[in-house]
């Protein structure tokens, strides 16, 4: 059975229900999660790095999810059809962007594994490994 299409609130859900996740939003309508004050994954306010190639259009529905690995990062951005991509802004940044209205390409499955694994990179030790036995994967 695979899993439906994914949607930006499955990003909220996701990342709002692990444990010790605060929420820090800014007047611009941007949304970060963090755990233990450090973000994990965030929404952004359009910025120069990202636009669409055609039109020059600066994204307003970009989305910033922190990997635990160079590898992972180039596992989910080696494909360019695939809606995960990265800018020259985030060279050596461990994290990778989806644009919100692309989401839908993806599945919930994979779009909660990311949101999980950004938490997973982000959290302090104690906490990952607690996560981690708690769901059976430790």
């Not at 910033?64 to 802004?89: G, I, N, R």
Request: no cysteine.
């Amino acid at each position: 059975m695979t899993s439906r299409r994914a949607r930006v609130q499955d990003v909220h859900d996701t990342a709002s229900a692990m444990p010790h996740v605060t929420t820090d939003g800014s007047d611009r309508g941007s949304v970060a999660y963090q755990v233990g004050g450090r973000s994990f994954v965030f929404f952004r306010t359009p910025r120069k790095d990202a636009f669409d190639p055609e039109t020059g259009e600066l994204y307003d529905d970009v989305i910033v999810f922190w990997v635990p690995s160079p590898d992972d990062k180039a596992a989910l951005v080696q494909d360019e059809s695939s809606p995960w991509f990265t800018t020259p802004h985030f060279e050596g940044h461990p994290s990778v962007l989806l644009r919100g209205s692309r989401i839908g390409e993806l599945g919930r499955d994979e779009v909660v594994e990311v949101v999980q694994d950004a938490w997973l990179s982000r959290a302090s030790k104690r906490r990952a490994d607690q996560w981690l036995a708690e769901h059976g994967l430790g």
